[in-house]
């Protein structure tokens, strides 16, 4: 056995996934005995880890990505491990409702902002949003997440106006950071791991 099929073997053990277990990417690795192997499953574990957010925060996090980037295999192994952290299942809805949200409100503002028209900013955007009034993982962390998924989903105006959100509820930069790194950490792996 290679030492990358052995690397990507721990990486389904831990995901609960069977070792048998393949898809396209992950034989590309595994036939090119690829160093990115052991750089994956590193990246993965960071996903779970951070001095500034909890296992719960991070585990939420990562299954708002998961969810976000429609990847099955990763939602239920976040899914899973958002539990494990304590997380209720009016949290983990809430993190799926986000990335929903977030995906439609990604793309209606990325418009306004690429066709810098005045007149589409004056037309009422129609889009309901009573997930961010008072979401039961607390404004805060909603704002955190809301910022992750507009990242990944590559909305400036999006944003910009979470992290302006974030920075006058008192959040630190390196929370901010850590959210947006655990995101990317999660769209990585799921390059790899559907």
Known sequence: MTESTELINEI???LGVATTYRNASLELLEKGESRYSR????????TLTSEHLSAKECALLALSTAINNNNTLLI???????????????????AA???????????FYRFRHFTQKEKYT???????????????????????????????NG???????????????????????????IASL????????Y
């Open 155 to 181: 909305c400036e105006m999006c944003v910009n106006a979470h992290e302006d959100s974030l920075i006058k509820l008192g959040t630190t930069e390196e929370r901010i950071f850590d959210a947006v790194r």
């Open 76 to 94: 239920t192994y976040f899914t899973r491990y958002a539990e494990e952290q304590g997380a209720t299942p009016a949290e983990t809805g809430e």
């Open 39 to 46: 750089d994956m499953k590193l990246n993965l574990i960071s």
């Open 97 to 107: 409702g986000c990335a929903s949200l977030l995906a439609s409100n990604n793309v």
């Open 186 to 193: 999660v769209t990585a792996s799921g390059k790899i791991l």
């Open 122 to 152: 004056q037309i009422p955007a129609r889009i309901r949003m009573q997930l961010m009034m008072k979401p039961v993982t607390g404004k805060e962390f909603f704002e955190l997440m809301s910022l992750a998924i507009s990242a990944v």
């Open 12 to 14: 389904l053990t831990g």
